[in-house]
T-cell receptor
Framework: KAGVTQTPRYLIKTRGQQVTLSCSPISGHRSVSWYQQTPGQGLQFLFEYFSETQRNKGNFPGRFSGRQFSNSRSEMNVSTLELGDSALYLCASSLAGEGTGELFFGEGSRLTVL | AQSVTQPDIHITVSEGASLELRCNYSYGATPYLFWYVQSPGQGLQLLLK??????LVQGIKGFEAEFKRSQSSFNLRKPSVHWSDAAEYFCAVDTNAGKSTFGDGTTLTVKP
């Protein structure tokens, strides 16, 4: 069974631009979560989607948004990029509708903002 | 709100020595508890999980963890560390479906 696939793996943007990251979950997984990982802040929860609905949201500004499609694939978008948005963005999928919380992570998309 | 504390930022052990990584959580009820491992440039991989029942859980790669409710702890152990265990380890709590709270991680260095 294929794992969680994130694209692109690496990207470089400049301040003020916007970026879209994509995540394809494990087949059959309906929950997709996004996390931002930085050396200073660690792993921070961005949001989680289940059956195309945002079910949970972390404490990030509105510049960070996401969506989930009917095939469970998810995208996240960051608008008006700032230097501090440089990070590894991790997507994780989960089989459970609720409860178990076991996450399967992709390898991440490393964003550098110049 | 739930929180996870990993007191040790960095631990160095010799190959073949035993290992214990500490994790304390803050939550009113019994949460779902996890340990993940991250190698450089990789995503996180689940090592083991605790939901209920036996408080000593076994995971992959020879790791185990013990849930102690009285201490709000979920420490990770391995009797004999291998050089390939060098990585960053994260303890996590899930109290709301789809939202996990992670500790800041412990970086493990293994000396030959």
């Amino acid at each position: 069974k294929a794992g969680v696939t994130q694209t692109p793996r690496y990207l470089i943007k400049t301040r003020g631009q916007q970026v879209t990251l994509s995540c394809s979950p494990i087949s059959g997984h309906r929950s997709v979560s996004w996390y931002q990982q930085t050396p200073g802040q660690g792993l921070q929860f961005l949001f989680e989607y289940f059956s195309e609905t945002q079910r949970n949201k972390g404490n990030f500004p509105g510049r960070f948004s996401g969506r989930q499609f009917s095939n469970s694939r998810s995208e996240m978008n960051v608008s008006t990029l700032e230097l501090g948005d440089s990070a590894l963005y991790l997507c994780a999928s989960s089989l459970a509708g609720e409860g178990t919380g076991e996450l399967f992570f992709g390898e991440g998309s490393r964003l550098t903002v110049l | 709100a739930q929180s996870v504390t990993q007191p040790d930022i960095h631990i160095t052990v010799s190959e073949g020595a035993s290992l214990e990584l500490r994790c304390n959580y803050s939550y009113g009820a019994t949460p779902y508890l996890f340990w993940y491992v991250q190698s450089p440039g990789q995503g996180l991989q689940l090592l083991l999980k605790y939901f209920s029942g036996d408080t000593l859980v076994q995971g992959i790669k020879g790791f185990e963890a013990e849930f102690k409710r009285s201490q709000s702890s979920f420490n990770l152990r391995k009797p004999s560390v291998h050089w390939s265990d060098a990585a960053e380890y994260f303890c996590a709590v899930d109290t709301n479906a789809g939202k996990s709270t992670f500790g800041d991680g412990t970086t493990l260095t293994v000396k030959p």
